[in-house]
Each structure stands twice: as C-alpha cells, then as structure tokens.
C-alpha cells in the first residue's frame, strides 16, 4: 500500500489503468487496495473519467533521507508502513539482535502506546510516531531521569522550528499553550550491566479531527501552530540527533542536573497547586520543582517529597 499511497502523494489525478502500470498489477487490484487505504482513514478522491487523487499532497518517511541527514547507515533507520507500535517493533528488534542505536517510525499504528497503557494515536502519514533505541553501558543507573531530558530534547526541535509558548509538564509530555502537543514513553531492557531503553515519541504533525474523537484532553499540532508544516523526515532528523546528543550526555554520567535549569525554565507545574493521584488515592499541594534525579518534588502542606514517574498522575487545579 506504501507504494500505492506514494504514487498518490501528489495529489494529482492518476487513472486506475496508469496506476497498474505503474506497480504491475491489475485495474482490479488498484481498486483493492484503494479500499484497503481508505479503510485505515485515507481520504481518497474518485472523479469518473479523471482517476483518484488525495485532497493534499503527502510526504511518507523515507528512510533513506533520514539516514542520509544524520549521516549513519540506512539500516540504523526502520520505515514501516503499518506497524502495531514502533516501540514494539523496536523491542522486537532487539531480541533479534539489532544493533543500537536504531531508529523506529512508521506511517500508521494500529495499537499505538501511550503513558499508563493508553492508546496513542497517530492517522495515516501525518504525524510523528518515532521510536529511538539505545544502549547504556552503565547500566539502570545512568538513566534516572530520562524521560525529563527527552523532554527537553523534543522542546529544543520545536523552538527550532519557530513554535512558541513550549510547555514542559512532569513526567513526560510537551505542551503548547496548555495544549498537549507530544507525549513520551521510556521502556527499559535491562540486564546486570546493560541497559537498553527504547524512547517513544508521539508528535502531532497535522492531527485529523475525526482521529481525536477519542482524545479527552486539549491538543494542538504543528499545522496549527506555523505558516508550514514542516517536513516529517525533517522533524525525525531533528529529534534523532538531539535525542542522541541527550543519551550520549547520560552516557557520561551528566545525566538530568545537566538539564535542570533547561527543564525549569519551560516548567508549567513548578509554582502550581496539584491534584495528584496514586491508584484510587488523591491528594491536594503544591509543586516545588523537580530533583536532578527527575522527580517531582511536591509539598502538600505538611511534608515534601519526592514523586517519580509512574507512580502517579498530576492534574493542575484550576482557580
């Protein structure tokens, strides 16, 4: 269907008959596969005696323009059209031995993974659904805290690329004007000595509407928020090379005090009355900041302490 989907990427008319040619099968099968892209949420034009067309030109991954940007082996970058998620993917990888670093992306997620087993999802070819393995020699210790830096590393391509009002939010989501933008999740495989993490990032693009239908928060997309969009194999380049220069930081030891004052800047709960909760439990207090460990130190009136990600979820009270 990728090939498919590229020849259409014009957004130009392009017969049934010129599309077979094209890929070497059948007016019959072009059709097939027609339904096929419009089953998973592509919009497709059909105008008798014109052919089809998509409503707006497209741009799918290529993992030969990444690799090329970064200056690394086209095998380093893995394409997938339709993948359940690129973290899964990548875990999959791994087993099978792949060398890290490797770098995940797909077109379409059918079962895409979110923060505290949450769905994440993505459309077809129009946002970022990336996944960034890497191999810590040191070990589980060398990681406390990553997730924070990879937030930084995404607020850094963003400013990049000219978005204004970045918001970091504890422990793992970017936001924009108190729109969510991009969500952020660290899986970890670790042996005695060894740990590798896989770090998925989801990034709103150009977010369909109807694909939100589900979505109880506020969000925004890059679309919205610039003059252009900008390219994804672009935004991919980007964010591989600064979730590269974050893990070779923690690879040296520097870890999240190196990020502090980053983090804090763009902070949006540090100051904030909080409501957070632990399973079924809720508690009321304020956000003092965060540690160079990467936890969240809350003061609820009584006590400080400090939270880690995982263990809850935060909501800022509104007065």
């Not at 099968?29 to 998509?54: D, F, M, P, T």
């Not at 936001?175 to 970890?188: D, P, R, S, V, W």
């Not at 693009?205 to 694909?211: A, R, T």
Request: charged content about 25%.
């Amino acid at each position: 269907m990728r090939d498919l989907l590229l020849l259409l990427s014009d957004s130009q008319f392009h017969s049934g008959e010129e599309l077979g040619q094209k890929l070497g099968v059948t007016r019959a099968a072009i059709w097939k596969k027609l339904k096929k892209l419009e089953a998973i949420g592509v919009a497709i034009h059909s105008v008798k005696g014109k052919g089809y067309r998509l409503p707006t030109e497209l741009e799918l991954l290529s993992s030969e323009k990444i690799a090329r940007s970064l200056a690394i082996e086209t095998d380093q970058v893995k394409v997938c059209f339709e993948v359940d998620s690129t973290n899964s993917e990548l875990k999959r990888r791994i087993e099978q031995g792949c060398t890290l670093p490797l770098i995940v992306t797909a077109e379409k997620q059918t079962d895409g993974k979110g923060r505290r087993g949450r769905q994440w999802e993505g459309g077809v070819a129009q946002n970022i659904m990336l996944s960034f393995g890497w191999r810590f020699e040191s070990g589980t210790g060398a990681i406390e805290g990553l997730s924070l830096a990879v937030g930084v590393a995404v607020m850094r391509v963003l400013k990049r690329l000219g978005v204004q009002d970045i918001g970091l939010k504890w422990p793992n989501d970017v936001h924009i004007n108190g729109q969510k933008i991009c969500g952020i999740l660290l899986e970890m495989i670790a042996s005695s000595d060894v740990c590798q993490v896989i770090i998925g990032i989801g990034l709103n693009i150009k977010m369909v509407p109807q694909d939100m239908k589900e979505v109880t928060q506020p969000w925004t997309d890059l679309h919205a928020l610039l003059d252009a969009t900008p390219s994804r194999n672009e935004v991919v380049t980007l964010l591989s090379q600064e979730l590269t220069k974050v893990c070779q930081m923690f690879d040296q030891g520097l870890g999240m005090a190196s990020l502090l004052d980053e983090w804090v800047k763009y902070d949006i709960l540090i100051g904030s009355e909080v409501m957070i909760q632990t399973g079924n439990r809720q508690e009321f207090g304020m956000v003092k900041g965060i540690s160079e460990t990467g936890a969240l130190i809350f003061d609820d009136g009584k006590t400080t302490r400090h939270l880690y990600g995982g263990e809850v979820s935060v909501r800022k009270q509104e007065h």
